[in-house]
């Protein structure tokens, strides 16, 4: 397949977020993924997933009428600060997150798994989304986001560096995404066996607290994927290239 450049085609739903964030919320709304699927042109992923295009454009269009939030436009920040900023409010969200969700979990699936055995099934899938991301994350901030760093201060500085031990920037990042898109598959489950975080009619507060907490650590997933895969990853490939042309 060929892949035209940017100015040659229509934005695909990824590229949609970066030039606009609001659009997230949007998307979220239809369950359109933006982040690891979000190379497809909205038109095909409206057609896949049977969603009424027309439905989705129009409040596309009503962002319009709104002024932009203040200070969300990422894709002009440097990346060494977006690093930061994805550690502290990304990174810390999963670490703060994991734990108590393990023990939520665990505790709705030892009342309530008898009559809804989903909720086991849950808690499993949970755990392991919890324990690759942390090993994901600590991958990031130990290899990755250093050199990711150090480049953008060399730019600034004027500069040189030498290259990395693992080679390229291409390498840990091609890692990254495949783990992003293991963890959002894992997460997509949880929502498929969970009703999209339906809570039953017999359901109790922790059951419901449950069901809202996983559905807000699926938000805060979806935006920090999509300021790495969208923002961050690609731009580090380009940086790189300016110190170690081909
Ligand atoms: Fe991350
Ligand atoms: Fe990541």
Redesign the pocket.
């Known amino acids: 397949m060929v892949t035209l450049p940017v100015a040659e085609r229509p934005l695909n739903v990824g590229e949609m977020v970066v030039a606009d964030y609001r659009k997230a919320e949007v998307f979220r709304k239809y369950g359109i993924d933006y982040c690891c699927g979000g190379k497809k042109p909205l038109e095909e992923v409206c057609r896949q997933k049977g969603i009424d295009l027309q439905n989705v454009q129009n409040d596309l269009n009503a962002l319009d009428q709104k002024p932009d939030d203040a200070g969300q436009n990422f894709d002009i920040w440097e990346l060494d600060a977006l690093a930061a900023h994805?550690?502290e409010k990304?990174?810390n969200y999963?670490s703060e997150s994991v734990p108590m969700l393990y023990e939520l979990g665990a505790k709705v699936a030892r009342v309530h798994g008898e009559r809804h055995p989903e909720l086991i099934e849950i808690a499993n899938l949970f755990r392991a989304v919890g324990q690759e991301?942390q090993m994901?994350?600590h991958k990031?901030e130990l290899m990755l986001f250093p050199q990711i760093a150090k480049m953008a201060a060399s730019r600034r500085n004027g500069t040189s560096i030498t290259r990395p031990f693992f080679g390229s920037v291409e390498n840990p990042i091609h890692m990254?995404e495949s783990e992003h898109e293991s963890s959002g598959n894992d997460m997509e489950e949880i929502r498929r066996l969970s009703h999209d975080f339906t809570p039953p009619m017999d359901a109790c507060t922790s059951y419901c607290v449950l069901y809202a907490k996983l559905q807000e650590f699926e938000q805060d997933l979806h935006q920090?994927?999509h300021?790495?895969n969208n923002i961050l990853f690609p731009k580090s490939i380009t940086l790189e290239k300016e110190f170690f042309p081909a």
Do not use: A, G, N
């Open positions: 994805i550690v990304h990174h999963v991301l994901h994350m990031e990254m920090h994927v300021l790495e």
